[in-house]
């Protein structure tokens, strides 16, 4: 590691916990809708609009509060109970509510990092959502930069061994930069949901 100069880290469920509010989500949106289908068949319809929708609503939140409603319209065949779809906009309020709970470990990490590397955020979800959760977590002050992006690919961040650019428009060498996280694709759903923190610091993205 002594030629690394840049780890960039992602944030949901690798700095913080992410996926478990999603599921709590999820399995409270597919009971509302048990009487028109089985529960793991909404939960499938969800993931379907989820992907139909990825192009045009990205990732986040507010997202998958779209893409909840647009699956109770198509279960129902357009007569959700109104009630279903205030319940639908409330598990997405709660979900812009939850409290960041740090990840064990996570602040150690950094701090031994901290000052040996320059460490930056790179993320993708909703602007406004991921820099709520950002200052919420009192993390910020551990990094050099944040990037906040619908498509980490757009940015020119590396899927295999690449060079990755540097904000400042410099490139790096392969060895010099780390990505600790998991792809979110590499995973069985992954609209807004991904990355474990690894035991290890040459995690790369997939």
Known sequence: MHHLKVIAFDADDTLWVNEPYFQEAEQKFCALLEDYLPLHTVSQELFKTEMQNLPLYGYGVKAFML???????RVTENTANPAILHKAIEYGRELLAKPIELLDGVTEVLEALKGKFRLVVATKGDLLDQERKLMKSELEPYFHHIEIMSDKQEKGL?????????PAGGVLDAGQFAQIGR????????PRRSYPLPHHLGAREN
């Open 67 to 73: 893409s909840m409603l647009e699956t109770a319209l």
């Open 158 to 166: 590396p899927k295999t061994d690449s060079a990755p650019r540097l």
């Open 183 to 190: 792809a979110a694709r590499a995973q069985h759903r992954w």
